[in-house]
Structure formats: C-alpha cells, structure tokens
C-alpha cells in the first residue's frame, strides 16, 4: 500500500487510474465491505466544517482524485498525486472487469428512470455484464433501498446522489448493503444513461471539464463557488507543507 497524500487532512491515494481499478478489484476480492471515494476541490472544502464527512473519507478504503484541482494542490503542495481519476472513468474500467469477473453490479442514483437506463446501456456496453438491480435516487426512506440493495447480492454498488450526501450515505449504511464495494460516482450515471454529455475530449485534455458542465448547467454556479475558496486554500499554505501521512494526526483545519 502506498502512503497516502493528505490534503487540509483529507487522504488521497496517489494512484493513475489503472491502479485504482486494481485496488477495486482486489478489494472485492479480499471481501468484506468497502467504501471508494472520488473526491474533488468541493468535498475537500466541505470536509473542513463538517467532521463527519471528514471522518468518513479519511475511514475509505480508497480515494482517488476526482478534480484537476485536487492534483494542482498536491503538486504546489509538494506531494505530487499522479494524475485525475474521474468517477466516470474508474465507474467503466470497474464495470468492464466486472463483465469478465462475473461480478454483479447496482446502479443507485439520478431521476427516476436514470438508473434503469444506465443499467441497460451498461449491457449493451459490457456484455457479460451481470445488474443485480437499479433504483432513482429520490427516495424518502432509506429502509427500503438498502433492503433491495441488500436482496440484490451485488457485490459492486455505485451510488449518484450527489456528493457529500452519496459518501454519508453509503458510510452509514455499509454494513448493511450487503456489497463488497460501494462507491459515490456523483452525475456519472446521467453520462451512462445518455441524458447528460461528457465533455468533449479536447475539452478534458485541457481539464476544463468543470467549465464545460457550468456551461451546460448555469444551476451549478454555487457549487462553483467552492472552486476560488479551495485555490485561496492552497495559496495560503505554504509549499511543501504537507507531509504524507501527516493528516491521521491532525485535525481537520478550517478554511
């Protein structure tokens, strides 16, 4: 395992792609019940007024760095992570190993409809693929899904109900999901399902993705707002001031 990077005391795997769906992988080997975080600027900022969030990803068996932001801090910071992993991307190259592992997954998330319709875009996308089930992410009572989820026998459960509710959420109920893996993939099933576009590549080669979803959704602008905080974050620290590691034994410190 290598040490983790810590940023304002949340942890971060220092892991390219490839290796975090490596660590997927092994972690639905080896059993048990685990929770994948993809954190990005907003959830670092979020995590220093709320300490349960903050506990809850620091507890993760793994989190990747979902945000170009996130990359830039750790690079200014002098403890360099190696490259983005979007949620999107790490969703697919699980799924696929999943289509050959014989592993069942659960899409949980979205409108009404979304999920059913990322389920059955992931068929036709990875055949051999096995959906234990699908549900919106508009429910009132938590009872009832995690029992359906739990009935289903997933072993991967990928969880879009916006973050930091999706990492809450999961964390609360792990135990009884009944899944190996449980992982918080935010707006991605909307890109499966085909209602929501990615960015073209260009687009993201030029990690401006978050411009490109602010343009399409003009709604999200106050969530953007956690974009200059986080930058006047980083600013403010001096370089090379984090360690690895260092972020298990401190607290978690204010904007």
């Known amino acids: 395992m290598t040490a983790r ?22 972690l639905v080997a080896s059993g048990g019940c685990h929770l994948v975080v993809t954190a990005n600027p907003e959830l670092v900022v979020a995590a220093q007024s709320d300490r349960r969030l903050a506990e809850v990803v620091r507890q993760a068996s793994l989190v990747v760095a979902d945000g170009i932001g996130v990359v830039w801090a750790s690079r200014w910071m002098g403890t360099p992570l190696p490259e983005r992993v979007p949620g999107i991307e790490l969703m697919e190259t699980v799924c696929g190993r999943a289509a050959t592992e014989g592993w069942s997954v659960f899409f949980l998330g979205g409108l009404p409809g979304v999920a059913d319709q990322a389920a059955q875009a992931a068929l036709r ?62 707006g991605s099933l909307d890109v499966l399902a085909g209602r929501t576009p990615r960015a073209p590549s260009w687009v993201r080669r030029l990690h401006l993705e978050w411009l490109y979803r602010l343009a399409r959704e003009p709604r999200r602008w106050r969530r953007q707002l956690a974009l200059p905080r986080f930058a006047w974050m980083v600013l403010r620290s001096p370089r090379a001031g984090n360690r690895r590691g260092e972020g298990e034994k401190k607290e978690v410190r204010g904007a």
Do not use: N, T
């Open 5 to 26: 990077v810590y940023l304002f005391g949340v942890p971060f795997d220092p892991l390219r792609l490839d290796e975090a769906a490596e660590r997927v992988v092994s």
């Open 125 to 186: 996308r990875w055949p051999g693929l096995r959906v234990a089930g699908a549900h919106h992410g508009y429910f009132r009572e938590d009872g009832p899904v995690v029992e359906q989820v739990a009935r289903s026998g997933a072993h991967l459960l990928f969880c879009g109900i916006g973050s930091p509710r999706q990492e809450l959420w999961l964390s609360q109920h792990l135990d009884w999901l009944g899944v190996r893996v449980a992982m918080g993939v935010g």
